[in-house]
Protein backbone atom coordinates (compact mmCIF):
# COMPACT_ATOMS: atom_id res chain seq x y z
CA UNK A 1 0.00 0.00 0.00
CA UNK A 2 1.00 3.43 -0.68
CA UNK A 3 2.21 5.84 2.45
CA UNK A 4 0.81 8.59 0.66
CA UNK A 5 -3.05 8.55 0.41
CA UNK A 6 -5.24 10.53 -1.71
CA UNK A 7 -8.93 11.12 -1.83
CA UNK A 8 -11.24 11.01 -3.50
CA UNK A 9 -9.90 7.93 -6.24
CA UNK A 10 -12.47 9.42 -8.65
CA UNK A 11 -13.93 12.77 -9.27
CA UNK A 12 -16.48 13.88 -11.92
CA UNK A 13 -17.16 17.68 -11.37
CA UNK A 14 -19.01 20.35 -13.68
CA UNK A 15 -17.00 23.16 -15.11
CA UNK A 16 -18.73 26.07 -12.76
CA UNK A 17 -18.05 23.56 -9.69
CA UNK A 18 -15.60 23.97 -6.78
CA UNK A 19 -13.92 20.91 -5.52
CA UNK A 20 -11.05 19.66 -3.84
CA UNK A 21 -8.51 17.03 -4.03
CA UNK A 22 -6.86 16.33 -0.64
CA UNK A 23 -3.36 14.38 0.15
CA UNK A 24 -2.13 13.21 3.14
CA UNK A 25 1.17 11.44 4.26
CA UNK A 26 2.87 10.62 7.69
CA UNK A 27 6.29 9.68 6.93
CA UNK A 28 7.78 13.01 8.29
CA UNK A 29 8.16 14.47 4.83
CA UNK A 30 8.62 18.29 4.70
CA UNK A 31 8.71 18.59 0.87
CA UNK A 32 5.41 18.03 -1.16
CA UNK A 33 4.22 18.09 -4.58
CA UNK A 34 0.98 18.32 -6.78
CA UNK A 35 2.05 16.64 -10.79
CA UNK A 36 -0.85 16.33 -13.38
CA UNK A 37 -0.32 14.07 -15.62
CA UNK A 38 -2.36 13.31 -19.04
CA UNK A 39 -2.73 10.08 -20.44
CA UNK A 40 0.12 8.30 -22.00
CA UNK A 41 2.57 11.32 -21.18
CA UNK A 42 4.87 11.43 -17.99
CA UNK A 43 3.79 13.62 -15.06
CA UNK A 44 3.94 17.25 -15.04
CA UNK A 45 4.82 19.68 -11.60
CA UNK A 46 2.66 22.00 -10.74
CA UNK A 47 3.37 23.28 -7.19
CA UNK A 48 5.85 22.30 -4.74
CA UNK A 49 5.38 23.11 -0.84
CA UNK A 50 8.96 23.03 1.31
CA UNK A 51 8.02 23.48 4.26
CA UNK A 52 4.24 24.17 4.68
CA UNK A 53 5.75 26.82 2.29
CA UNK A 54 4.75 27.39 -1.41
CA UNK A 55 8.39 26.76 -3.55
CA UNK A 56 7.51 26.04 -6.75
CA UNK A 57 4.43 27.21 -8.95
CA UNK A 58 5.00 25.98 -12.72
CA UNK A 59 2.71 29.05 -13.99
CA UNK A 60 -0.47 27.38 -13.28
CA UNK A 61 -3.77 28.68 -13.66
CA UNK A 62 -5.62 30.12 -11.12
CA UNK A 63 -8.56 27.80 -11.31
CA UNK A 64 -6.24 25.62 -9.69
CA UNK A 65 -4.93 26.46 -5.80
CA UNK A 66 -2.73 24.90 -3.85
CA UNK A 67 -3.02 24.96 0.08
CA UNK A 68 -0.81 22.84 2.61
CA UNK A 69 -2.66 23.20 6.23
CA UNK A 70 0.53 21.61 7.86
CA UNK A 71 3.36 18.76 7.29
CA UNK A 72 1.38 16.23 6.57
CA UNK A 73 -1.50 17.64 4.39
CA UNK A 74 -2.01 18.63 1.57
CA UNK A 75 -4.94 20.07 -0.83
CA UNK A 76 -5.49 21.31 -3.97
CA UNK A 77 -8.43 23.61 -4.71
CA UNK A 78 -10.42 23.42 -8.24
CA UNK A 79 -12.64 25.99 -9.49
CA UNK A 80 -14.36 26.88 -12.72
CA UNK A 81 -12.46 23.90 -14.29
CA UNK A 82 -12.11 23.09 -18.06
CA UNK A 83 -12.81 20.15 -19.81
CA UNK A 84 -9.00 19.80 -20.76
CA UNK A 85 -8.15 19.49 -17.05
CA UNK A 86 -9.33 16.57 -16.95
CA UNK A 87 -6.11 14.16 -15.88
CA UNK A 88 -4.68 11.97 -13.01
CA UNK A 89 -3.61 14.51 -10.43
CA UNK A 90 -0.90 13.04 -8.24
CA UNK A 91 0.30 13.99 -5.17
CA UNK A 92 3.98 12.77 -3.76
CA UNK A 93 6.29 13.70 -0.82
CA UNK A 94 9.75 13.62 -0.23
CA UNK A 95 12.37 14.19 2.57
CA UNK A 96 13.48 18.44 1.06
CA UNK A 97 16.24 17.90 -1.46
CA UNK A 98 19.98 18.95 0.26
CA UNK A 99 18.65 18.07 3.36
CA UNK A 100 19.74 14.92 5.37
CA UNK A 101 20.00 13.37 2.32
CA UNK A 102 22.44 15.06 0.85
CA UNK A 103 21.04 15.23 -2.32
CA UNK A 104 17.90 14.57 -4.96
CA UNK A 105 15.43 12.43 -2.33
CA UNK A 106 13.31 9.97 -4.31
CA UNK A 107 9.53 10.61 -4.79
CA UNK A 108 7.14 8.77 -2.92
CA UNK A 109 3.38 9.21 -4.91
CA UNK A 110 -0.01 8.63 -3.63
CA UNK A 111 -2.41 6.94 -6.16
CA UNK A 112 -3.93 10.04 -7.78
CA UNK A 113 -6.87 11.23 -8.18
CA UNK A 114 -8.91 10.60 -11.54
CA UNK A 115 -10.47 14.08 -12.47
CA UNK A 116 -13.19 14.27 -15.41
CA UNK A 117 -14.76 17.80 -16.06
CA UNK A 118 -17.90 17.62 -18.02
CA UNK B 1 19.12 21.66 -20.00
CA UNK B 2 18.41 17.80 -19.44
CA UNK B 3 16.69 15.56 -21.42
CA UNK B 4 15.44 11.54 -21.14
CA UNK B 5 14.41 9.34 -23.60
CA UNK B 6 13.21 6.16 -23.99
CA UNK B 7 12.27 5.21 -27.25
CA UNK B 8 10.51 1.98 -26.62
CA UNK B 9 7.18 3.42 -26.41
CA UNK B 10 5.69 -0.23 -25.81
CA UNK B 11 7.04 -3.44 -25.26
CA UNK B 12 5.07 -6.80 -25.13
CA UNK B 13 6.52 -10.05 -24.23
CA UNK B 14 5.48 -13.31 -22.87
CA UNK B 15 6.08 -14.56 -19.20
CA UNK B 16 9.00 -15.71 -18.41
CA UNK B 17 10.82 -13.62 -20.58
CA UNK B 18 13.75 -11.42 -20.04
CA UNK B 19 12.93 -7.72 -20.52
CA UNK B 20 15.40 -4.75 -21.17
CA UNK B 21 13.58 -1.31 -21.03
CA UNK B 22 16.31 1.76 -22.40
CA UNK B 23 16.86 4.61 -21.04
CA UNK B 24 19.49 7.13 -22.60
CA UNK B 25 19.81 11.06 -21.07
CA UNK B 26 21.66 14.19 -21.73
CA UNK B 27 23.01 16.21 -19.43
CA UNK B 28 26.11 19.30 -18.89
CA UNK B 29 26.27 18.54 -15.40
CA UNK B 30 28.92 16.57 -14.29
CA UNK B 31 26.81 15.14 -11.01
CA UNK B 32 23.18 14.25 -10.91
CA UNK B 33 20.99 11.12 -10.23
CA UNK B 34 19.12 8.78 -12.27
CA UNK B 35 15.65 7.40 -11.40
CA UNK B 36 13.18 4.44 -12.46
CA UNK B 37 9.81 4.57 -11.10
CA UNK B 38 6.91 2.04 -12.23
CA UNK B 39 3.30 2.79 -12.55
CA UNK B 40 1.03 -0.04 -12.85
CA UNK B 41 -2.95 0.23 -13.77
CA UNK B 42 -3.63 1.46 -10.35
CA UNK B 43 -2.22 4.89 -11.33
CA UNK B 44 0.39 5.26 -8.04
CA UNK B 45 4.05 5.90 -9.16
CA UNK B 46 6.36 3.60 -7.53
CA UNK B 47 9.88 4.65 -6.69
CA UNK B 48 12.46 1.62 -7.53
CA UNK B 49 15.87 3.12 -7.81
CA UNK B 50 17.67 5.97 -7.20
CA UNK B 51 21.62 5.98 -8.81
CA UNK B 52 24.38 8.75 -8.43
CA UNK B 53 26.29 9.62 -11.15
CA UNK B 54 29.38 9.09 -9.42
CA UNK B 55 28.44 4.84 -8.76
CA UNK B 56 28.90 3.09 -11.51
CA UNK B 57 28.26 -0.17 -10.29
CA UNK B 58 25.79 -2.06 -11.77
CA UNK B 59 22.64 -3.02 -9.28
CA UNK B 60 20.48 -6.11 -8.70
CA UNK B 61 17.69 -6.74 -6.98
CA UNK B 62 15.38 -9.63 -7.05
CA UNK B 63 14.83 -10.08 -10.57
CA UNK B 64 15.61 -6.44 -11.07
CA UNK B 65 18.58 -5.24 -12.45
CA UNK B 66 20.07 -1.67 -13.89
CA UNK B 67 22.96 -1.34 -16.38
CA UNK B 68 24.52 1.94 -15.55
CA UNK B 69 26.87 2.86 -18.16
CA UNK B 70 28.25 6.69 -18.13
CA UNK B 71 30.10 6.52 -21.35
CA UNK B 72 27.02 6.09 -23.14
CA UNK B 73 24.81 7.95 -20.97
CA UNK B 74 22.71 5.40 -20.63
CA UNK B 75 20.80 3.40 -17.61
CA UNK B 76 18.88 0.75 -18.28
CA UNK B 77 16.54 -1.51 -16.48
CA UNK B 78 16.24 -5.53 -17.04
CA UNK B 79 13.57 -7.09 -15.95
CA UNK B 80 14.31 -11.26 -15.34
CA UNK B 81 11.86 -13.67 -16.21
CA UNK B 82 9.27 -11.58 -16.09
CA UNK B 83 5.89 -12.12 -14.75
CA UNK B 84 1.97 -10.56 -15.32
CA UNK B 85 2.28 -8.58 -12.62
CA UNK B 86 5.04 -6.46 -13.72
CA UNK B 87 2.71 -4.85 -16.72
CA UNK B 88 2.89 -0.94 -15.96
CA UNK B 89 4.33 2.27 -17.39
CA UNK B 90 8.05 2.68 -16.68
CA UNK B 91 9.53 5.99 -16.32
CA UNK B 92 13.25 6.84 -16.03
CA UNK B 93 13.61 10.30 -14.52
CA UNK B 94 17.11 12.42 -14.79
CA UNK B 95 17.78 14.83 -11.97
CA UNK B 96 20.24 17.56 -10.76
CA UNK B 97 21.76 16.98 -7.86
CA UNK B 98 20.37 19.89 -5.48
CA UNK B 99 18.07 22.92 -6.48
CA UNK B 100 14.59 22.63 -7.28
CA UNK B 101 12.16 19.99 -8.10
CA UNK B 102 11.89 21.36 -11.68
CA UNK B 103 15.26 19.61 -12.13
CA UNK B 104 13.30 16.17 -12.30
CA UNK B 105 13.00 15.57 -16.00
CA UNK B 106 11.08 12.37 -16.53
CA UNK B 107 11.14 10.29 -19.96
CA UNK B 108 8.01 9.74 -22.17
CA UNK B 109 7.96 6.62 -20.28
CA UNK B 110 7.47 2.50 -21.31
CA UNK B 111 4.23 0.86 -21.56
CA UNK B 112 5.07 -2.80 -20.51
CA UNK B 113 2.89 -5.58 -21.01
CA UNK B 114 3.26 -9.10 -19.93
CA UNK B 115 1.26 -11.71 -21.77
CA UNK B 116 0.23 -14.98 -18.85
Known amino acids: DTEVTQTPKHLVMGMTNKKSLKCEQH?????MYWYKQKAKKPPELMFV???????INESVPSRFSPECPNSSLLNLHLHALQPEDSALYLC?????????????????FGNGTRLTVT | AQKVTQAQTEISVVEKEDVTLDCVYE???????LFWYKQPPSGELVFLIR??????QNEISGRYSWNFQKSTSSFNFTITASQVVDSAVYFC?????????????FGSGTQLTVLP
Open chain 1, 92 to 108: ASSQVSGGRDRGRPPLH
Open chain 1, 27 to 31: MGHRA
Open chain 1, 49 to 55: YSYEKLS
Open chain 2, 27 to 33: TRDTTYY
Open chain 2, 51 to 56: RNSFDE
Open chain 2, 93 to 105: ALSKTSGSARQLT
